[in-house]
């Protein structure tokens, strides 16, 4: 079966520091990754997804930026990190173009900007 | 465009009351249609989904019903109980993206 991990779980880290989170999945090949962001009682902003390693499309002009070095890792990064940027961070993914394949999320990263 | 809009929140029922959160989309083309829930400090899971007009999505007790004639997929529960406390989310699918409602906080009070 297929299962998304992400990690940390949640992370407090000081305005103008950098960011790294990971995500990744087991147990399908060639999904498409996504990465939203959920801000405190509010809904998901999508901030990237991923058809493919190294193809990375951007919804959101913001600081921070989203790589794929690997067909079932997706990485959010910053180099400097806002106050703005607090929130929980959901990794998702799904399989290919057909209409009826849903999203599978991950439990998500909370981070806090102080 | 395609976008999704739903119920503003919060909701409060008493546990066995009838529950409908309503859902409207905008959308190019014939998209899928889906229902998450997420519980405090978890990621969204999938709750029920439909793909074409007239499927009726079910599980858990909770079910929604493609309308294309009004653009719509309202969640319903004939008795809801405390455990069904959550966020609830209406989202739909066109080609690789996903397009999400605000989300509709749900407290179940017994």
């Known amino acids: 079966s297929q299962t998304i991990h992400q990690w940390p779980a949640t992370l407090v880290q000081p305005v103008g520091s950098p960011l790294s989170l990971e995500c990744t999945v087991e147990?399908?090949?060639?999904?498409?990754l996504y990465w939203y962001r959920q801000a405190a009682g509010r809904g998901l902003q999508l901030l990237f997804y991923s058809v493919g390693i190294g193809q990375i499309s951007s919804e959101v002009p913001q600081n921070l930026s989203a790589s794929r070095p690997q067909d079932r890792q997706f990485i959010l990064s910053s180099k400097k990190l806002l106050l703005s940027d607090s929130g929980f961070y959901l990794c998702?993914?799904?399989?290919?173009?057909?209409?009826?394949?849903?999203?599978?999320f991950g439990p998500g990263t909370r981070l806090t900007v102080l | 465009g395609n976008s999704v809009t739903q119920m503003e929140g919060p909701v409060t029922l008493s546990e066995e009351a009838f529950l409908t959160i309503n859902c409207t989309y905008t959308?190019?083309?014939?998209?899928?249609l889906f229902w998450y829930v997420q519980y405090p400090g978890e990621g969204l899971q999938l709750l029920l989904k439909?793909?074409?007009?007239?499927d009726k999505g079910s599980n858990k007790g909770f079910e929604a019903t493609y309308r294309k004639e009004t653009t719509s997929f309202h969640l319903e529960k004939g008795s809801v109980q405390v455990s069904d406390s959550a966020v609830y989310f209406c989202?739909?699918?066109?080609?690789?993206?996903?397009?999400f409602g605000t989300g509709t906080s749900l407290t179940v009070i017994p």
């Open positions: 989202a739909l699918k066109s080609g690789n993206q996903f397009y």
């Open positions: 959308a190019t083309g014939y998209p899928s």
């Open positions: 439909a793909t074409k007009a007239d």
């Open positions: 998702a993914w799904s399989v290919g173009l057909a209409g009826s394949n849903e999203q599978f």
């Open positions: 147990g399908t090949s060639n999904p498409n």
